[in-house]
């Protein structure tokens, strides 16, 4: 049976160890399984014969919680967890969160913001000048000066702040092994200078061991929102293994030297992360609190893929993972499905079999691993490149082989699909398996807006691409006489998203006749070109003028123009119609959004034994929902039971 890493000192003399070579700090509780960053990297460690102790959540407010194991022998590795600390914490209202679904009990609060930086501080402040390394997704997406959404302004690289010795970028696992092997053979860390992958403040361009290019330096980008464009653009590009250069940025008289990306893992050594020794659970120490929700999500998940070449500009997944995909091996797939059927909560059914985006098992063409990604190029969007190799054969293989396996009832996928990548699949042949084998009731696909301008800002495939599909999807279920539906994801308040263009999505919306439940504004999160956008309002593929919607009053009428129909949203949608100079839209016709506001003419008065005229079609006033919910409604006799319908 596998066991969990070391947590204590009781920990640590259990297995007889007074000493070990790293502690890994997360801000994330402790999950030991494969989706958890922290927990491949303490794996990956400990399988290369390393001792490795885990500290999760410590009480950032003194440096003693940074020093309950003792002092590693060979360094400190730490990271803010999954997801950035400041997208954990606060909506993009910049409201705090009340919950969190990556500690324990869903409790928020258990780790602070900006936790790269507040925990490598206390690292110093705990151990001195022993061996520093920040990595995650946080760390990764800070490596250079950036806008912060939630201060509204410019910060420098988070490795200035945090005092760290080393940054690793993107996935990390090749740079995190020879960073650990040169600590091990004595190398000072100040002189480990030349690890794909990894960031390190130096004096000199003769630092760095790599082909250079320099963009322009924090003070510029800081005062010159052009340059902050110049400098987003020349990160992107360079972000490429096959042939990106190492990147230079001045801070003032030091300089910050990002080396190339490390190389994506081959199938053989993807396959041996994936199957470590997990325990592919959260520590029992939060049994009593509760538990970790995050791990509900993925426990019976199997990703299979890594990167994305989809490249949308608001998502992190390029800047991070990188855009040319590797994928396990079949065998290593199903070896790991197998496992899961013998787990005691195993009920049949396989949650998701994917990935940042699950229908990629192969580089978008076959040029990429030896020529790199093109620049200033997309794969899909707005239009697919001419040498698109769009083929599920091998996706598809695997999964049909998932689905064969013993005790397995049913094979879902939930991962973000790319339609546009399935309709330029000429078989055809996974799109009707998809809705035939895979589908839980609902399909989630985001075409993100309907506006065709709004989308190139998006780098997402035009509006006509998803209606295609949404016919041959319907299509496909009324031919095995499936009842699924297709849920879009949309978003509000994306850079070039006029108020115009968000009336153009409700009426979109409402010819569909759908509403969403839930609609998602614009996050500035940092790194991405969607986040440059809305700091510089200038996009930086071109250099040419973008509309940002910033307003906070403005960004609350988009969103409410795509859940027209709530009776609390219809002042704020009356009132986007009119700046949208869309009267036309309030009537009576079906394509209307909002009825008009009948109100009696200035002194008129009610005569006395004469009953006043009814006025034409009010809206209807919101009723006071009960809070016990249906179920406290009173059955009739005899009724039948009422189907439940998804959203």
Same mark, same amino acid.
């Given at each position: 049976?596998?066991?969990?890493? !070391?947590?204590?000192?009781?920990?640590?003399?259990?297995?007889?160890?007074?000493?070990?070579?790293?502690?890994?700090?997360?801000?994330?509780?402790?999950?030991?399984?494969?989706?958890?960053?922290?927990?491949?990297?303490?794996?990956?460690?400990?399988?290369?014969?390393?001792?490795?102790?885990?500290?999760?959540?410590?009480?950032?407010?003194?440096?003693?919680?940074?020093?309950?194991?003792?002092?590693?022998?060979?360094?400190?590795?730490?990271?803010?967890?999954?997801?950035?600390?400041?997208?954990?914490? #606060?909506?993009?209202?910049?409201?705090?969160?009340?919950? &969190?679904?990556?500690?324990?009990?869903?409790?928020?609060?258990?780790?602070?913001?900006?936790?790269?930086? *507040?925990?490598?501080?206390?690292?110093?402040?705990?151990?001195?000048?022993?061996?520093?390394?920040?990595?995650?997704?946080?760390?990764?997406?800070?490596?250079?000066?950036?806008?912060?959404?939630?201060?509204?302004?410019?910060?420098?690289?988070?490795?200035?702040?945090?005092?760290?010795?080393?940054?690793?970028?993107?996935?990390?696992?090749?740079?995190?092994?020879?960073?650990?092997?040169?600590?091990?053979?004595?190398?000072?860390?100040?002189?480990?200078?030349?690890?794909?992958?990894?960031?390190?403040?130096?004096?000199?361009?003769?630092?760095?061991?790599?082909?250079?290019?320099?963009?322009?330096?924090?003070?510029?980008?800081?005062?010159?929102?052009?340059?902050?464009?110049?400098?987003?653009?020349?990160?992107?590009?360079?972000?490429?293994?096959?042939?990106?250069?190492?990147?230079?940025?001045?801070?003032?008289?030091?300089?910050?030297?990002?080396?190339? !990306?490390?190389?994506?893992?081959?199938?053989?050594?993807?396959?041996?992360?994936?199957?470590?020794?997990?325990?592919?659970?959260?520590?029992?120490? #939060?049994?009593?609190?509760?538990?970790?929700?995050?791990?509900?999500?993925?426990?019976?998940? *199997?990703?299979?893929?890594?990167?994305?070449?989809?490249?949308?500009?608001?998502?992190?997944?390029?800047?991070?993972?990188?855009?040319?995909?590797?994928?396990?091996?079949?065998?290593?797939?199903?070896?790991?499905?197998?496992?899961?059927?013998?787990?005691?909560?195993?009920?049949?059914?396989?949650?998701?079999?994917?990935?940042?985006?699950?229908?990629?098992?192969?580089?978008?063409?076959?040029?990429?691993?030896?020529?790199?990604?093109?620049?200033?190029?997309?794969?899909?969007?707005?239009?697919?490149? !001419?040498?698109?190799?769009?083929?599920?054969? &091998?996706?598809?293989?695997?999964?049909?082989?998932?689905?064969?396996?013993?005790?397995?009832?049913?094979?879902?996928?939930?991962?973000?699909?790319?339609?546009?990548?399935?309709?330029?699949?000429?078989?055809?042949?996974?799109?009707?398996?998809?809705?035939?084998?895979?589908?839980?009731?609902?399909?989630? *696909?985001?075409?993100?807006?309907?506006?065709?301008?709004?989308?190139? #800002?998006?780098?997402?495939?035009?509006?006509?691409? #998803?209606?295609?599909?949404?016919?041959?999807?319907?299509?496909?279920?009324?031919?095995?006489?499936?009842?699924?539906?297709?849920?879009?994801?949309?978003?509000?308040?994306?850079?070039?998203?006029?108020?115009?263009?968000?009336?153009?999505?409700?009426?979109?919306?409402?010819?569909?006749?759908?509403?969403?439940?839930?609609?998602? &504004?614009?996050?500035?999160?940092?790194?991405?070109?969607?986040?440059?956008?809305?700091?510089?309002?200038?996009?930086?593929?071109?250099?040419?003028?973008?509309?940002?919607?910033?307003?906070?009053?403005?960004?609350?009428?988009?969103?409410?123009?795509?859940?027209?129909? /709530? !009776?609390?949203?219809?002042?704020?949608?009356?009132?986007?119609?009119?700046?949208?100079?869309?009267?036309?839209?309030?009537?009576?016709?079906?394509?209307?959004?909002?009825?008009?506001?009948?109100?009696?003419?200035?002194?008129?008065? /009610?005569?006395?034994?004469?009953?006043?005229?009814?006025?034409?079609?009010?809206?209807?006033?919101?009723?006071?929902?009960?809070?016990?919910?249906?179920?406290?409604?009173?059955?009739?006799?005899?009724?039948?039971?009422?189907?439940?319908?998804?959203?």
């Amino acid at each position: 049976m596998n066991k969990f890493l !070391p947590v204590s000192k009781a920990d640590l003399a259990e297995r007889g160890w007074d000493w070990y070579d790293f502690l890994i700090i997360t801000g994330d509780a402790y999950v030991d399984h494969p989706s958890f960053g922290p927990a491949i990297i303490s794996r990956l460690l400990e399988a290369e014969g390393y001792r490795v102790a885990i500290l999760a959540q410590p009480d950032w407010r003194k440096a003693e919680s940074f020093t309950v194991l003792g002092r590693p022998r060979l360094g400190v590795m730490l990271s803010a967890g999954n997801i950035d600390s400041m997208v954990a914490h #606060y909506t993009v209202a910049k409201k705090r969160r009340h919950d &969190d679904a990556y500690s324990p009990g869903n409790k928020a609060g258990l780790r602070p913001d900006r936790a790269v930086i *507040v925990y490598s501080n206390k690292v110093r402040e705990a151990f001195g000048d022993i061996p520093l390394v920040i990595g995650g997704l946080e760390a990764s997406l800070r490596r250079f000066a950036h806008y912060d959404y939630w201060e509204d302004k410019v910060r420098r690289s988070v490795l200035f702040d945090s005092q760290a010795d080393l940054l690793v970028y993107g996935m990390g696992e090749t740079a995190t092994k020879e960073i650990a092997a040169r600590l091990a053979s004595g190398t000072p860390i100040g002189e480990i200078r030349d690890v794909k992958g990894t960031a390190f403040i130096g004096r000199t361009p003769g630092d760095c061991a790599y082909p250079m290019v320099e963009c322009p330096s924090f003070e510029q980008v800081r005062s010159d929102k052009r340059q902050y464009a110049v400098a987003n653009q020349i990160q992107y590009e360079e972000h490429d293994p096959v042939r990106g250069k190492a990147i230079l940025q001045r801070h003032e008289d030091r300089l910050l030297i990002v080396n190339p !990306p490390a190389m994506p893992l081959t199938t053989a050594e993807l396959d041996y992360v994936a199957e470590l020794p997990y325990v592919r659970e959260p520590h029992p120490m #939060y049994d009593s609190m509760g538990g970790v929700p995050a791990i509900e999500e993925v426990r019976f998940s *199997v990703a299979h893929n890594r990167g994305c070449f989809g490249a949308c500009n608001f998502c992190s997944l390029a800047f991070h993972q990188g855009r040319i995909i590797s994928s396990r091996s079949h065998e290593s797939v199903l070896r790991e499905v197998e496992a899961l059927t013998h787990h005691p909560g195993f009920k049949g059914y396989i949650h998701d079999v994917g990935g940042p985006t699950a229908n990629f098992r192969r580089p978008a063409c076959r040029k990429q691993l030896k020529a790199g990604m093109c620049r200033n190029r997309a794969c899909l969007a707005p239009e697919p490149c !001419p040498n698109l190799d769009a083929d599920h054969t &091998d996706y598809l293989m695997l999964l049909r082989k998932i689905r064969a396996i013993p005790g397995v009832k049913k094979v879902f996928i939930r991962s973000g699909i790319r339609f546009d990548y399935m309709m330029k699949d000429k078989s055809g042949e996974f799109f009707a398996e998809l809705v035939k084998y895979h589908v839980s009731g609902q399909l989630k *696909v985001a075409p993100e807006h309907c506006v065709d301008s709004v989308l190139d #800002y998006m780098g997402k495939p035009h509006i006509a691409v #998803y209606e295609k599909f949404r016919r041959k999807y319907e299509s496909l279920n009324q031919k095995y006489g499936k009842e699924q539906y297709l849920v879009p994801y949309l978003m509000s308040s994306h850079p070039g998203c006029t108020m115009e263009d968000a009336v153009r999505l409700a009426e979109w919306l409402n010819k569909s006749g759908r509403q969403p439940e839930q609609v998602q &504004d614009f996050y500035p999160t940092p790194g991405t070109l969607s986040t440059c956008m809305y700091y510089t309002g200038i996009d930086p593929r071109t250099m040419q003028p973008v509309y940002v919607p910033k307003n906070p009053h403005e960004k609350a009428m988009q969103r409410a123009l795509m859940q027209w129909k /709530r !009776p609390e949203k219809r002042a704020l949608v009356r009132e986007a119609l009119h700046v949208a100079h869309r009267e036309d839209l309030i009537g009576y016709g079906k394509e209307c959004l909002l009825r008009p506001v009948s109100r009696k003419p200035e002194g008129e008065t /009610r005569r006395k034994g004469k009953e006043p005229e009814r006025p034409s079609r009010p809206e209807k006033k919101a009723r006071p929902v009960k809070k016990a919910g249906w179920a406290a409604a009173k059955p009739k006799k005899n009724a039948r039971p009422r189907k439940k319908r998804p959203h």
